[in-house]
């Protein structure tokens, strides 16, 4: 069943069309994953299922429409965004940060029980939780956007480029805790660059090149794909 669906949705950014009819669904309990080069279109697809572009076309979440709300309104319905950069608050802690992703949850017991399962995901955190934000390395900070985007308790989590920057090591036990969390039932609409290693944890993969989706299917069909191996995986 679906539970995200983009329905012909085109983007602009003033004169300039950054998306052509980008069509998708991503079914519950998937990692899909959205590969293509700088600027194709990967953050703006992600931006429009968030409301922070204005989009033509339609954005379903959950059997509704959400394409006309606003994106406060679209975090509390259950999308987690992820972005690109990782944008945490670098000079707050990351106690502090964790709390900011939850500003809408009342219950004081909650966030707790949700700090204390992030801290499952990333015990690093737990060691730096009186951490300013910005003295933490890249890979911490990475954990700590993640961490912070589960604070809502969302239905799906939108990752852009969590790779970006970080040494291979690093990359790795993100693409472990992404798969975690899948297995515990988090669906995930992944944005990478790094093609290979996104197609190795998802189920099914979009291939999007100058804002329109070019290629579709499951996520070892298009590895195997001569089309994508030459353009992402050589």
């Not at 975090?75 to 670098?90: N, Y």
């Not at 900070?141 to 985007?149: E, F, H």
């Given at each position: ?90 000079r707050m802690t990351v106690k502090d ?138």
């Open positions: 069943m679906s539970l995200l669906q983009l329905k012909q949705v085109e983007a602009y950014y003033g004169a300039i069309q950054a998306l052509r009819g980008v069509t998708i669904d991503v079914n519950e309990g998937e990692i899909v994953t959205l590969i293509g080069s700088n600027g194709a279109g990967k953050s703006t697809t992600l931006k429009s299922i968030c409301g922070q572009v204005k989009i033509r076309g339609e954005v379903w979440f959950n059997g509704k429409n959400i394409s006309d709300q606003m994106p406060h309104m679209i975090a509390e319905s259950g999308i987690a965004h992820v972005p690109e950069g990782r944008r945490i608050f670098p940060n964790l709390e900011m992703g939850a500003f809408s949850v009342k219950s004081k017991s909650l966030i707790r029980e949700r700090i204390e399962k992030s801290f499952a995901y990333f015990p690093r955190l737990k060691e730096r939780y009186h951490q300013v934000g910005g003295t933490m390395s890249g890979g911490e900070q990475q954990m700590l956007a993640i961490a912070r985007g589960l604070m809502m308790g969302p239905r799906i989590l939108l990752l852009d480029e969590p790779s970006m920057g970080l040494a291979p090591v690093i990359v790795d036990q993100i693409f472990e805790i992404i798969q975690e969390l899948n297995e515990s039932g988090m669906t995930i609409l992944l944005v990478e660059q790094n093609a290979y290693q996104a197609l190795q944890i998802a189920h099914r993969g979009y291939v999007i090149q100058t804002g329109e989706i070019i290629l579709q299917d499951n996520a070892a069909e298009l590895l195997k794909n001569d089309q994508v191996k030459e353009a992402y995986l050589a």
